[in-house]
């Protein structure tokens, strides 16, 4: 097996280990037996479990940034984008449910590790969001007193809890589009009612 192969078998071991484990729990020999390689084989790619969780975080992010980045390219309206933006997360989360689960539950752990990762990748990821917010500001559409760097947060938060909830179980009664359309709608348009 070519070593980027193998590389890419043990990511993708290592992800659903630790959404079935969690990070603390989860050891190289789960990772190891998962992928179908000899413990020692993780130690030719990786130094330790947190090496092999920033890799994941470093990858799987990587790719969504490039993905979303792709589609968004191609949309002028600021609202199209944040709707662009909403789907495609949640549909990949919903794709890859073990990315999702680690994504959930490691990037808010407080190990003083993955903080600091928050500030690389996954700042990049969510920086987007504020990008795409600044830009409806500058176009008029969005209110000029929101703060794009707490909004992406918000909008995160929302979309990290979401998608969260519907990956618990298939019977979740909404599906991608309209979740992505009402949390789409709560966030361009608030919870008040329009006025007469």
């Known amino acids: 097996m ?9 990511i993708r071991a290592a992800i659903k280990v630790f959404a079935k484990k969690g990070f603390f729990n989860a050891r190289i020999s789960d990772i190891a037996k ?4 000899a413990d020692g084989t993780i130690y030719l790619y990786f130094n330790n479990k947190f090496d092999i969780l920033l890799s994941v975080f470093e990858q799987e992010i990587g790719k969504l940034i490039e993905q979303v980045a792709g589609l968004l390219d191609k949309e ?8 662009i933006f909403i789907a495609n997360h ?3 989360m919903k794709r890859n449910k073990y990315l999702a689960e680690v994504i959930h539950i490691e990037l808010r752990q407080t190990s003083k590790l993955i903080r ?6 996954f ?39 979401v998608s969260r909830i519907c990956n618990i179980g298939k019977d979740h009664p909404y599906t ?5 359309r009402q949390l789409t709608a709560t966030f361009l348009e608030g919870l008040l009612a329009s006025r007469p």
């Open 2 to 10: 070519k070593s980027a192969d193998k590389h890419r078998k043990i």
């Open 34 to 37: 998962e992928a179908k390689v």
């Open 76 to 83: 002028d309206n600021p609202r199209k984008k944040l709707e």
């Open 90 to 92: 949640l549909e990949e």
């Open 116 to 121: 600091d990762y928050r500030k690389n990748k």
């Open 123 to 161: 700042s990049e990821y969510l920086d987007i969001i504020a990008a795409v917010i600044a830009n409806g500001q500058q176009a008029g559409l969005f209110r000029a007193d929101i703060q794009p760097e707490i909004a992406k947060q918000l909008i995160f938060g929302a979309l990290d809890e």
């Open 176 to 180: 991608i589009e309209e979740v992505s």
